[in-house]
T-cell receptor, first 113, second 110 residues
Framework: DGGITQSPKYLFRKEGQNVTLSCEQNLNHDAMYWYRQDPGQGLRLIYYSQIVNDFQKGDIAEGYSVSREKKESFPLTVTSAQKNPTAFYLC????????????FGSGTRLTVV | DAKTTQPPSMDCAEGRAANLPCNHSTISGNEYVYWYRQIHSQGPQYIIHGLKNNETNEMASLIITEDRKSSTLILPHATLRDTAVYYCIVRMNRDDKIIFGKGTRLHILP
């Protein structure tokens, strides 16, 4: 079945460490997105990429980095510069057609210990 | 900022129709209205979308006012599994990102 896979589901990180969250899709979608969600809050956009080898900052990009070397993959690195990294991270993809919406992954819950 | 306004929470009795309103008074002519829902600790799930006509699928109906400034998502026979946060989104253009608001937290009461 086609879909988006995020791994791991739960991730623990020590303060000062970088950590990379995986997002893979086999939907042949052009665009991919990373969102962050804090308890009781909506989704905030971190980074997005509409084509391979290109990406743009979202509203809260500071302390994060991404790459888009392959169409299927859009990993997110949470760096030590991110002051409050504990959150629920969601990856999504979308076809660059006017009438399409997002498909979301199941999320990664990151906790800094 | 999100281009939509939704009530923060709503209750609905199980088996009744749940009507979730959304205001999007600044919507432009080529923007669609999308609805998603997010069950606790899962990724949001697409429900339905529309431009100007009313739409219906196996999950819900979408009623858009004639002036397109507001819409209502209708879950015809709500069940406990419909308890979730529902997001109303206006899609800006074909190559743009989607901005989520805080949505409406729907509680289905047994």
């Amino acid at each position: 079945d086609g879909g988006i896979t995020q791994s791991p589901k739960y991730l623990f990180r020590k303060e000062g460490q970088n950590v990379t969250l995986s997002c893979e899709q086999n939907l042949n979608h052009d665009a991919m997105y990373w969102y962050r969600q804090d308890p009781g809050q909506g989704l905030r956009l971190i980074y997005y990429s509409q084509i391979v080898n290109d990406f743009q900052k979202g509203d809260i990009a500071e302390g994060y980095s991404v790459s888009r070397e392959k169409k299927e993959s859009f990993p997110l690195t949470v760096t030590s510069a991110q002051k409050n990294p504990t959150a629920f991270y969601l990856c999504a993809s979308m076809n660059n057609g006017f009438n399409y919406g997002y498909t979301f992954g199941s999320g990664t819950r990151l906790t800094v210990v | 900022d999100a281009k939509t306004t939704q009530p923060p929470s709503m209750d609905c009795a199980e088996g009744r129709a749940a009507n979730l309103p959304c205001n999007h008074s600044t919507i432009s002519g080529n923007e669609y209205v999308y609805w998603y829902r997010q069950i606790h600790s899962q990724g949001p799930q697409y429900i339905i979308h529309g431009l100007k006509n009313n739409e219906t699928n196996e999950m819900a109906s979408l009623i858009i006012t004639e002036d397109r400034k507001s819409s209502t998502l209708i879950l015809p026979h709500a069940t406990l599994r419909d308890t979730a946060v529902y997001y109303c989104i206006v899609r800006m253009n074909r190559d743009d990102k989607i901005i989520f608001g805080k949505g409406t937290r729907l509680h289905i009461l047994p």
